[in-house]
């Protein structure tokens, strides 16, 4: 059974930073994808990054990129998401996601896996 626990997540001010971290369990990891996803107050979930855990390819969401970065520990089976310079429109409940494709996916229907997400607010 893939459990996915989420920590991390915080009150910070805009231009701050903070680290979200995925520690994933059950299974062995190389053959699949993480993700990052998000759900701001009152909207659909939406794609922040991915990492493809063998050769560790990233992708972001193009509202993020050049701010975050997505990357992963094999020996602590735990992805991170770095999330610099923070901005207010940043808040939402943060998920971690995995697959066992091996392509990547901005869809959340793509993901078979997913933690029960942690609060990131940012304030202005």
């Known amino acids: 059974q893939v459990q996915l626990v989420e920590s991390g997540g915080g009150l910070v001010q805009a231009g701050g930073s903070l680290r979200l971290s995925c520690a994933a369990s059950?299974?062995?990891?190389?053959?699949?994808?993480m993700g990052w996803f998000r759900q701001p107050p009152g909207k659909e979930r939406e794609f922040v990054a991915a990492?493809?855990?063998?050769?560790?390819?990233?992708y972001y969401a193009d509202s993020v990129k050049g701010r975050f970065t997505i990357s992963r520990d094999s020996a602590k089976n735990t992805v991170y998401l770095q999330m610099n310079s923070l901005k207010p429109e940043d808040t939402a409940v943060y998920y971690c996601?995995?697959?066992?494709?091996?392509?990547?996916?901005?869809?959340?229907?793509?993901?078979?896996?997913w933690g029960q997400g942690t609060q990131v607010t940012v304030s202005s």
């Open positions: 990492i493809i855990w063998t050769g560790g390819s990233t």
């Open positions: 059950g299974r062995t990891f190389s053959s699949y994808t």
């Open positions: 996601a995995a697959t066992r494709k091996t392509i990547p996916n901005r869809r959340p229907s793509g993901y078979d896996y």
